[in-house]
């Protein structure tokens, strides 16, 4: 198995492999796929990627990651999606993608990777769990899927090598060194 770049040409099997995600009921609210030109407009520039059987074989699989936000602050957080064809879903295919858009992610300078699961999805949440991604919180009643609320689990990963650092501003912002007390002679 290779692991490379998406690109257009990728887009016929990315797409396929995404409908049966959907046919799961378990992957996302969204109940359609979208064209090419949108899901390249979702989707952040790096950080896109393909489980290959072959350098010319079928796609396994594929990764890629999506801003959360547009505000700058939040520029070092992005959301996961991965999806396994279903014929190659329980022979790692899934965990190789994740290593490599985990390591693509610190790359690029990315602190903080989160994902959305819903909970039924537990062959995901293990596999999130496996690269380092801890559940935060669960999200009860986000949204609706097919007329049904749905809750999703909120899972992240922070980088042990992007962001550890201290910010400069941090000692800016930390409380004065106390004075020594005063001593009585």
């Known amino acids: 198995m290779t692991i490379i770049p998406i690109t ?6 990315v797409r396929t492999i995404y409908e049966q995600g959907l046919a799961t009921g378990h992957a996302t609210f969204n109940t359609t796929a979208p064209s090419w030109e ?3 407009e979702s989707h952040l520039p790096h950080g896109r990627l393909v489980a290959v059987a072959a350098p010319a074989g079928p796609v396994l699989g594929w990764a890629a ?3 959360v936000s547009s505000r700058c602050v939040y520029a070092g957080v992005a959301e ?3 999806y396994v064809a279903a014929e190659a879903r329980g022979q790692g295919v899934g965990r190789q993608l994740l290593a490599a858009l985990v390591a693509e992610a610190e790359q690029q300078g990315l602190w903080t990777l989160q994902a959305g699961i819903f909970p039924e999805n537990t062959a995901s949440l293990r596999l999130h769990a ?3 991604f801890r559940t935060v ?3 009860e009643r986000i949204g609706q899927l097919h007329g049904r609320w749905r809750d999703t689990l909120l899972l992240e990963r922070r980088s042990l090598v992007v962001g550890t650092e201290a910010s400069p501003r941090s000692t800016t912002l930390a409380s004065p060194t106390p004075s020594p007390a005063p001593t009585s002679a």
């Open 8 to 13: 257009a040409a990728h887009w016929p099997a």
């Open 130 to 132: 496996g690269a380092g």
């Open 80 to 82: 996961v999606s991965l």
């Open 65 to 67: 990651l999506s801003p």
């Open 38 to 40: 949108a899901w390249d």
């Open 137 to 139: 919180g669960r999200r």
